[in-house]
C-alpha cells in the first residue's frame, strides 16, 4: 500500500508529470538546464526529482560537477503505463537550454 501511494503521490503534480515528460523528450538532463527550462529555484526543483526519484522512475547520475537526471530504463508493468500515458499527453514543454559542461 505503501509503494501505491508513493508513486501515485509523484504523479498527481503537475509539474512532475512535465518533468517526466521532457526527460522522455530530451533524454538525461542536469539539473542545471532542468532549473533554466523550468524557471524554479534549485531546491523547488531537487525536492521535485527526489520525490520522482524515490518513487522509482528516475535515477541519478554524477558527472563532474553536475547531476544528471534520466528515466529509470528498469521500471514496474505499472510505472511502465504510467510513463507510456504520460509519453502519449499533449503538453506544452520549456525550452531545453543550452547543454551545461560536464
Same mark, same amino acid.
Given at each position: 500500500?505503501?509503494? @501505491? &501511494? $508513493? /508513486? +501515485? *503521490?509523484? =504523479?498527481?503534480?503537475?509539474?512532475? /508529470?512535465? &518533468? =517526466?515528460? @521532457? =526527460? =522522455?523528450?530530451? *533524454?538525461? +538532463?542536469? /539539473?542545471?538546464? &532542468? $532549473?533554466? +527550462? @523550468? *524557471?524554479m529555484i534549485q531546491s523547488r526543483l531537487s525536492r521535485h526529482l527526489r520525490i520522482l526519484k524515490d518513487a522509482g522512475f528516475l535515477k541519478s547520475e554524477k558527472r563532474g560537477r553536475w547531476t544528471y537526471y534520466g528515466l529509470n530504463e528498469e521500471l514496474d508493468s505499472w510505472r511502465e503505463c504510467a510513463i507510456e500515458a504520460i509519453e502519449r499527453l499533449c503538453i506544452d514543454l520549456p525550452q531545453m537550454p543550452r547543454r551545461c559542461k560536464v
Open positions: 500500500m505503501e509503494e @501505491f &501511494l $508513493q /508513486v +501515485s *503521490g509523484a =504523479l498527481y503534480d503537475e509539474t512532475r /508529470v512535465k &518533468l =517526466l515528460k @521532457f =526527460l =522522455l523528450t530530451h *533524454g538525461p +538532463s542536469c /539539473v542545471c538546464e &532542468l $532549473q533554466h +527550462s @523550468f *524557471g
